[in-house]
Every structure is written in C-alpha cells, then in structure tokens.
C-alpha cells in the first residue's frame, strides 16, 4: 500500500451491503425497546429482509422504530464473511453454514472495528513512531480476517485488543502531545446527563468515556481521544469535531447534533441531525 494512501478510507473497511447476505439483519438479536419495535432472537431474519437481502424500510429505519440500525455498521465484515469466509454462497444456498456464518460474523465485525482503529492511526502524521508497528498489527489482523471459520471461532479478541491498545494509546498521545495547553483526562469517566456546555475538551482523552445524554452542545472537541466512548444520546449540537480521533460513524449516528456541528471530513453527517 502507498504511503499516500489512507489506511482508514480502504473499501474493505466500509459496509458494502450490496456484497453481504444480510448478516446484521439475521445473525443478531435485538429486543423490543426505544431502539426496536419487536423482538428478534439471533439466527432469525427480520422480518424486513428481502429475498436480495436488502432492508425493505432502509430509508424508513427511524419513523418505524428501527433507530438500533441506524447506529449499526459492521466496518466491512459482512461482506468479508460472506465473500471470503463462504466464498459468496448465502446461508440460503447452504442452510447447513447458516449457524457458523452466524457466530463468525460477530468475530470479524469486532475484527473490523479494531482494524479501523489502526488504520486511523496509521493516517496519524504525528504518530510516526508507532508507525512501523501499527502497520504490522493491521497486517496480521487483516490476514486473520481471511482465515477460515474454524480458525476465526477460535480467535481470543479480547487477547488481540490488549495487544494493539498500547499501540493505539501511543499513537494518541503522540497526536494529542502537539494540541497547546494542558490536556484534560476523562478516560473511563462517567459522564452521563452532565452539563459540558461550551467545554475546552481539545485534545483531551475520553477513551471508553460514558457520554450518554450529556450536554456537549458548542464544546471543544477536536483533536480529542474518544475511542470507545459511548456517545448515544449526546448533545453535539455546534460542538467542533474535526479532528477527533478514532471517532466513529456509529458514535455520530448515536449522538444528536445540528447544522454547526463540525464532523470530520472522513465521516458523515447523520441524516437524521437537526438542520
């Protein structure tokens, strides 16, 4: 790969459902709640699935209560499991692989998701340091991605993610170390339903930071850590993103924001914003 070329922008890390046998839809449960309107147990399709395995309510996801999809993104691996792991033929063709399509898919979707985070650092000038390593790391998890279903039902994630953490953990704060000033530390933090109006949180670390209803509207944001922050709910109304590391499409999608907010320019503004 190019050094020019963005790691985090590669097709294989952007859902493709045109190229996926509908896997979010069948392989995972959901239950009745604010973000569901019935109840779905893993392994059976919803009922919104078309025979193509597209959703049949896709541009009415929110108004029929469906808002847990539109926070969903699988990072490109239903089409890695349904392409490369089967070999494209669906659990339709071949009832008998539904069950192991079904348990591999969670795997390489958190696979996925850790290969973004790495891919985002990589495409970080300033961590260059790590850069060597961080390009090792994508690589063999990128190869596990490829491997047979036996192979990734045996894959030990959590063992993976505590080894790739220190080396997304030095890439941020060789990031953050150029932000002026002192740097504020949230990680971990419990934050829900607090008042952050207007906060100066650039360059600041809210790693796995509970966010949920707080108030951020017209806050500092960029340049700020906020890998796995739970963001569902936030206010971002007019707050400044640009930016912000290992920020997800998911996390955005969760959160509420309007016409102001600032999103970096790698993701998109969520449809269903305020304008």
Not at 6 to 14: C, F, K, N, T
Not at 69 to 79: E, K
Not at 166 to 194: C, D, F, Q, T
Not at 199 to 205: D, E, F, V, W, Y
Request: aromatic letters at 6%.
């Amino acid at each position: 790969m190019s050094e020019r070329t963005s790691y985090a922008a590669q097709p294989d890390l952007q859902a493709d459902c045109g190229n996926c046998f509908g896997l979010c839809c069948v392989a995972l449960p959901f239950s009745r709640s604010s973000d569901f309107p019935v109840d779905k147990s893993a392994g059976t399709p919803c009922g919104n699935l078309q025979e193509d395995f597209r959703c049949g309510i896709h541009r009415r996801l929110r108004d029929q209560g469906y808002n847990g999809c539109t926070v969903f993104d699988c990072f490109g691996a239903g089409q890695k499991v349904s392409q490369v792991t089967f070999k494209g033929v669906s659990w339709r063709e071949e009832p008998d692989s539904a069950r192991a399509m079904y348990e591999v898919f969670p795997v390489v979707r958190q696979l996925h998701e850790l290969l973004k985070y790495v891919a985002q650092a990589v495409d970080l000038p300033a961590a260059g340091p790590v850069h060597g390593d961080l390009r090792r790391a994508y690589e063999r998890l990128d190869a596990l991605t490829r491997d047979t279903a036996e192979v990734l039902l045996a894959v030990d994630v959590d063992a993976l993610r505590g080894e790739v953490n220190p080396l997304l953990l030095r890439a941020s704060e060789l990031a953050r170390a150029a932000v002026p000033g002192r740097k504020k530390n949230h990680r971990g933090a419990h934050l829900m339903g607090s008042r952050l109006r207007g906060a100066k949180l650039r360059g600041a670390s809210l790693r796995g930071a509970l966010l949920i209803a707080a108030d951020l509207s017209g806050s500092d944001l960029r340049d700020a850590d906020l890998i796995g922050a739970d963001m569902r709910d936030t206010n971002l109304c007019g707050a400044d993103l640009r930016g912000a590391l290992f920020l997800t499409q998911p996390q955005l999608n969760a959160a509420r924001g309007d016409a102001r907010t600032k999103v970096p320019q790698s993701l998109q503004r969520p449809p269903h914003w305020a304008d």
